[in-house]
């Protein structure tokens, strides 16, 4: 099964501590106890992934509960794996990753997620936004009309 990568469970924690927040500082939800536990044993045996299936149900359910807000897909609408390409110029997964989609596991999808943004060179990271804003026409308000003058009242 897939593993979740210790950045995931960094963030679950994040997003439980910003969510519900104890007041003094100290305390702890149950999820982000359930998900500190899981961090703290991937730290002690210097692991990068926990096993999706191995996870306490606690820790898996706020797992879980913080990847229901991530994006599902990183599709941008810009499919190259249409026109025969293996890798998606678009969002960048492979083919078969962009077929099975709907099949895999929430980790399977982070595994993913985290291959393509550690890689960085999909156009769904800024390159396709880049172009299309420069190749937007710039409105009459901000063209180049010379330098300020200032008016006098």
């Known amino acids: 099964m897939a593993g979740i ?6 963030a679950a924690i994040n997003h439980w501590r910003s969510r519900a927040p104890t007041g003094d ?5 149950p999820q982000v106890k359930a998900l500190a ?3 703290a044993l991937m730290v002690y045996h210097h692991e990068d992934e926990a096993d999706e299936d191995s996870l306490p149900a606690p820790a898996r359910a706020a797992w879980l509960d913080w990847y229901a807000t ?3 897909t990183p599709c941008i609408a810009i499919c190259s794996t249409s026109q025969g390409d293996d890798t998606c110029k678009g969002c960048g997964r492979s083919f078969e990753e962009v077929q099975h989609w709907p099949a895999f ?10 291959r393509i943004t550690l890689d960085h ?5 800024n390159r396709y936004a ?11 308000a901000q063209a180049d009309s010379g330098p300020a003058v200032p008016t006098s009242r």
Do not use: M
Not at 121 to 125: G, N, P
């Open 5 to 10: 990568h210790i950045t995931d469970i960094e």
């Open 25 to 29: 500082g100290w305390g702890l939800t």
């Open 37 to 39: 536990e899981v961090y």
């Open 70 to 72: 991530t994006p599902d």
């Open 105 to 114: 596991s929430p980790a399977e999808k982070r595994r993913v997620w985290r």
């Open 121 to 125: 060179s999909a156009w769904r990271f």
């Open 130 to 140: 880049e172009r299309a804003a420069e190749s937007a026409p710039r409105p009459a």
